[in-house]
């Protein structure tokens, strides 16, 4: 049995740094998967409804006069969740992340920010009582900020990064250890299973085709008792609704849901609900979690201040932070 915690001397919370930059100069091509159900609550696609189009490209406010080409958003109507049917797949996953951290994010800092991920780790911490040294791993890690803040805070932190240019400039900060920090994705990553503590994906679980898969592989690596962090996109959003009431006043069945064939690259948005039906299947449980208003760099100024209070008040803000315990004893 592994430690109910990690021992001593073992040798993308999400960062909104700007508004995003433009698709990438390198056109992507794709492969599209059809989806056999819902990938969160497993249920059948006959009860998951048609909630609109998704052009390949940002849509402005008349998506009618963009040219491009166009996925179907469903909705489960079990769980909430707002994902595309066909999946487009890169080619390869450089069409999407191959590209300088500063181009991905206009204007990105490469240092963590105040407070960057702290509340994340003060949430840990209460929910992992009695583990002196708490040991991570940062599926997603982007520049390594997080890792950085939970090293910082005395996590003994572990990663892995598909992006290469991502991925160079992490380990630039925290140290080329190919053990420690992998140049990987989840589905080719080696990890010890059931070893780590804390398993976070940041905000990444949301840019992978198949999060049922990524959830599932954490769970492994992840201790009975330990806990699962996602930081993701809320299909409750209240700016996303209004944008897509705009869109049917003006004739369209266009949505501003997800953009899993532009930056940056959103393929679902999820719900509470989503989380704990998914846990009925897979064996973990929804322990904790909080909506925040976030930071839309499309949204006008002078609409902020009144949007950011009524989403404060209603819990429809942009982002979705979860804390999922795995079933078992710690």
């Given at each position: ?8 001397g073992?040798?993308t ?7 995003l930059a ?8 794709y ?23 998704r052009l390949?490209?940002?849509q402005?406010?008349?998506?009618r ?18 994902f ?5 797949v ?8 191959g ?8 204007g ?10 702290r ?6 911490k ?35 990064e ?7 400039r ?11 920090f992998q140049?990987?994705?989840p589905?080719?990553a ?6 780590f ?10 840019q ?6 990524a959830?599932?592989?954490a ?9 699962v962090h996602?930081e ?9 609704r209004?944008l ?37 299947r ?8 909080w909506?925040d208003?976030?930071r839309d760099p ?5 609409l ?27």
């Amino acid at each position: 049995m592994p430690d109910a915690c990690a021992g001593e001397g073992q040798g993308t919370g999400s960062q909104n740094a700007g508004p995003l930059a433009g698709p990438p100069k390198r056109r992507s091509a794709y492969h599209f998967i059809r989806q056999a159900a819902c990938p969160m609550c497993g249920a059948d696609l006959s009860r998951c409804t048609m909630h609109g189009l998704r052009l390949n490209r940002s849509q402005d406010l008349n998506p009618r006069r963009k040219p491009g080409i166009a996925v179907s958003i469903l909705r489960c109507r079990i769980c909430g969740l707002l994902f595309p049917d066909p999946v487009p797949v890169p080619d390869q996953l450089e069409d999407h992340y191959g590209m300088p951290p500063e181009t991905y994010w206009q204007g990105a800092m490469l240092d963590p920010e105040p407070g960057t991920f702290r509340r994340e780790i003060e949430a840990a911490k209460r929910l992992l009582p009695g583990c002196q040294t708490i040991r991570a791993l940062d599926i997603g890690m982007g520049v390594g900020k997080a890792a950085r803040v939970m090293r910082a805070a005395g996590f003994d932190v572990w990663g892995m990064e598909p992006s290469r240019p991502f991925f160079e400039r992490a380990i630039s900060f925290l140290g080329d250890d190919p053990a420690r920090f992998q140049h990987a994705a989840p589905e080719t990553a080696r990890f010890p299973e059931q070893w780590f503590d804390f398993v976070t994906f940041g905000a990444v679980l949301e840019q992978l085709h198949d999060p049922d898969a990524a959830l599932v592989r954490a769970l492994r690596w992840l201790r009975p008792g330990g806990i699962v962090h996602a930081e993701v996109p809320n299909a409750t959003y209240l700016v996303a609704r209004l944008l897509n009431l705009w869109f049917r006043l003006v004739g369209t069945t266009f949505v501003s849901n997800v953009s899993p064939m532009h930056p940056p690259f959103h393929i679902t948005e999820f719900t509470e609900r989503s989380f704990r039906l998914h846990g009925a299947r897979r064996g973990h449980a929804l322990v904790h979690s909080w909506i925040d208003v976030g930071r839309d760099p499309n949204l006008p100024a002078i609409l902020a201040p009144l949007l950011g209070a009524v989403m404060a008040r209603t819990g429809i803000g942009m982002q979705m932070t979860v804390f999922l315990r795995k079933e078992g004893a710690g």
